[in-house]
């Protein structure tokens, strides 16, 4: 056992000299600022430094951080993809300096899996499902209902809308009869929420937001306009964010679809497995579960985000 415990001392200590890039998409929204926190801290914890990138929600300036993380020699890259495609060429780079790659939270379209080491991150079709499975049960299979995309090209959007998709059209009497993107943004989500209404007014039954902030813009929206959301009109969401329990509290969401973004913890352990030359799960699969109003006053003390 003593010598088991300082081989692990030593590597620890080994592991503690080295560099991490981390190019994270922006600050969108409360759950990435979160996973931004998880992975800071989990760094430090564990004695890391940390070069960390804000892409301002470009995908040119993630590719511009991995370059310069590459040029800079660093040891690891977390990766969170702001879209799915045109990754190739740079990842290809990284991998040639011997340099791997975890994808946090959303995943990435390439020709070969091999240019990244592993993707911790949620299904994003079965978060739909569950999404579109309650709102059926609660609407008893009968809504109209308009749809907050989270930004173009992002997996989270695309997968979260094709499983809500999937989940209402076994019921005739659900039609998603407006979507668009509110770019996970409260501001978008309200302002697109507005012109839903002005369109729609009373005729809109439910509103499914890909995200926590764009349900929480959309609520602000339906009360300016004079309805009672949570009420007259239905929302759910998805990430679990705290300030989407407090709006369950006060009654104005009726549920949302846990997303985790405290990943800083498994894409550290990811790295070490890969710097012990271990293999690693190539989706390291997030789960899952729906929330709803009723409970919200019991589980909001413990949400940690
Ligand atoms: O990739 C996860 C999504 O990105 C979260 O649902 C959203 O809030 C975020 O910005």
Known sequence: ???ALSATLLSAQAFAELTIGFSQIGAESAWRSAETESIKSEAEKRGYTL????AQQKQEN??????????????????????????DRVLKEAKAADIPVVLVDRGIKVKDNDLYLSKIASDFVFEGKLAGAW???????????????GGPGAAPAIDRKAG???????????????????????TKGKEVMEAFLKAQ??????????NDDMALGAIQAIKEF?????KDILVVSIDGVKAAFQ??????????????????????DALEMAFNGKDVDKWIVQKDKINVQQDAAEMIDSRMF
Request: net charge negative; with cysteine; proline share 5%.
């Open 164 to 186: 809500f998709g999937q989940m209402v059209e076994q019921f005739p009497g659900m039609e998603i009869t407006a979507s668009q993107t509110g770019e996970w943004t409260r």
């Open 135 to 149: 709102l059926a049960q609660e609407t008893n299979g009968y809504a109209n209902i308009v749809e907050l995309q």
């Open 247 to 268: 709006a369950m509290v006060d009654g104005e969401l009726n549920a949302t679809v846990d997303c985790n973004p405290l990943l800083g913890p498994l894409a550290f």
């Open 51 to 54: 070069k960390f990138s804000d």
């Open 62 to 87: 993630q590719i511009k951080a991995i370059r310069s993380f590459i040029a800079q020699g660093v040891d690891g890259i977390i990766l969170a993809p702001v879209v799915e495609t045109g990754w």
């Open 1 to 3: 056992t003593s010598l």
């Open 226 to 230: 004079g309805l009672m959301p949570g």
């Open 201 to 210: 007014g009373e005729e809109i039954d439910a509103v499914y937001a890909h």
